[in-house]
């Protein structure tokens, strides 16, 4: 069997989490038709027919949520406990998850507590014997084949390596209640309160359809006005470039990179944004982009679907001008 | 009084062209220049202020060649007052092996009555992006591990720590010793001064053997995704491509 370790936000399964779903649904087909096990745990944000729904169009067997008082708030620790028992009692070989901040923790702890390896960021796999996965290293400009000899195999997938198309052949769900014994040790590394912060934090620049983009050309705090304006106009966010939040201009969750946020918009507009590799591994999975950059030769106006040569300032501001005239 | 051991991976520059070693085993930085990973310098920053604060230490550990001893100094002319080097190809190192080269650090340090309170990694390397060590050597110590946290500030032998989430920022409380992992956006780097790097020069750092044969990654090989050529089109030059810009936007769907 193949486990999949699944998200949920308020619409119901994460995209990514879907992602993952499908990569899951891939390698359950190669094997010769897997039973694929879905895992969700705590309160959930949707009624539980959405979610059992939802997984069930997409190929999951079985859906199993986690609750009891152990899972009230996030403990990787005790995710992994419940993940592991889960592997265990379904003799699963695959345990899966999203190449997200919780997946990739949640994995890591569950590969150390069975004693085997564990791969991030995966985006594909060839052959099943041996079983060979290519994964992102270096910010995604490098791919790493990776050999996971040992069973249960764990990892996660990179976000927008594969797309959360529903099943051809859509199961119904069973849904089952789990409430596991979580040892305390398991306990006391765990989230003891969340401040829950207004919609502009990165969760709205990550799933954004436009995101306008600021670096360094910016030229100083004061010159994002425009950048702004252009975000506010289209209904987007605003990401910058880490040097822009390393010179303090702006706050670093509007940051998109390596380090930063992960952005997949229908475009995205970087205006004075050379395009280090660090950054790109933040952005390549936009539709479009629309490069604004005096320099025509910067990697990000070359790697660009659409470029405006010129200096932002003087650009941006004509944009937002040309907006308003046609409404 | 912490005492707060920080670990760091020395990795190639890598922000403009990533070219690989003949053997595709590794990224190649002899021309590019070496660094840490923007998580690790974090690291250090909260591992100084830490010790500071508390009137303890902060020790630096590395698991590389001999030339990673560049980057421990780097760390101790920003504060840090004693390193070790473990020496060792670390692309010979799988997370795993790392983890419990690590561990065996700390053990053989303890024999010595030096114990550490609280152990910094990274959240992820910048290189081989395994986002898993600090787990692992956490599982290896038996003590709690927090994950991608952001600021930590340590009070009564108990550590709060804070991690930004997509919706919000969750706080930690655990008692130490204990093991975090860092992420950028929560401090900012210091830059060493004149004294400090004076004063990084008479460390002697300490080196020492693996304690063990590496397992290793898993790794097979390296590759490079093929370049995708150019295929921009340039709307225009200056702001007369305001109206260029706008029909692709319309065609898109994107204004209101």
Redesign the interface.
Known sequence: MIVVLVETDADGVTEISLETVAFARSLAAEGGGIAIRAMVVGALPVPADAIRDQLGAHGVGEVHHVTGEAFDSYAGAAWAAALQELVAETGSVVALAAGSPRGNEVLAHLAARVGVPMAANVVSFSGLAPFVVTRQVVGGAVLEEMQLSQRPAVFTVAGHSWTAEPAPEPASAAWKERTPEIAPADLVARVVSKEVKGEDLSGSLKTARVVVGAGRGAGSANGFAGVDELAELLGGSVGVSRVVTSLGWRPHHEQVGQTGSRISPEIYIPCGISGAIQHWAGCASSKTILAINTDAEAPMVTKATYAVIGDMHEIVPAINEEIRRRR | MTDVLVCVKRVPE?????V?TEDAQA?DGRYVGFTI???ESCAVELAVQIADATEGSATVLSLGPEESSEQLFGALALGCKAATLIEADSTRF???DV?REIAAVVRAHRETGKTYDLVLLGN?A???????VG??L??ELGL?????V?TIEVADGVMAAHA????????????LP?VATV????V?PRYPTIKGRMAAKKVTIEHREPAAEPVG?????????PP?P?????????????????D???S?????
Not at chain 2, 164 to 175: C, I, K, L, R, T
């Open positions: 890598s922000s403009s062209s990533v690989l990224v990973s923007d998580h799988g997370p795993a983890a992820d910048a290189d081989s992006g395994d986002f898993q787990i692992r956490a599982y709690p591990v927090v994950n991608g952001s930004e989430a997509a919706d919000g920022q969750e706080a930690y409380s655990v008692p204990a992420l950028e956006g929560g900012e990654s898993g790794r097979v090989r390296l590759t490079l995704p995708q150019s295929v921009v089109q340039v709307l225009g030059d200056g702001p007369e491509a305001a109206g260029a810009v706008v692709l936007l319309e898109l769907g994107v204004t209101r």
